[in-house]
């Protein structure tokens, strides 16, 4: 069992940086690919990046390519979303996620555990 629990959301103007943090309770963890995930007003729940446990593979959406960098440290059973050069249509709330399996999903069908999700607004 895993527990997300996100925080670092806020209000940015457009350009703007945030960094989103994701502690974990939970032994678990510290083996689980954990992701990243962000739904906008009126849109389904989309992925934007995903990490291994190991840190050693990385997956992104295409529009945040460049401009956001997913990290852990599972030392602190925390893991990050660095938001740079943020843009209105960022807007959303963001949600990380986690699952006990040997590979990393970048579809919500592949994640068991969910945080409550933080609020990122871009304006403009």
């Known amino acids: 069992q895993v527990q997300l629990v996100e925080s670092g959301g806020g209000l940015v103007q457009a350009g703007g940086s945030l960094r989103l943090s994701c502690a974990a309770s939970g032994r678990a963890y510290s083996s689980s690919p954990m992701a990243w995930f962000r739904q906008a007003p009126g849109k389904k729940r989309k992925f934007v990046a995903a990490i291994s446990w190991d840190s050693n593979m990385l997956y992104y959406e295409e529009s945040v390519k460049g401009r956001f960098t997913i990290s852990r440290d599972n030392a602190k059973n925390t893991g990050y979303l660095e938001m740079n050069s943020l843009r209105p249509e960022d807007t959303a709330v963001y949600y990380c996620?986690?699952?006990?399996?040997?590979?990393?999903?970048?579809?919500?069908?592949?994640?068991?555990?969910w945080g409550q999700g933080t609020q990122v607004t871009v304006s403009s």
């Open positions: 996620a986690a699952n006990q399996v040997g590979y990393v999903p970048t579809t919500e069908e592949g994640y068991a555990y």
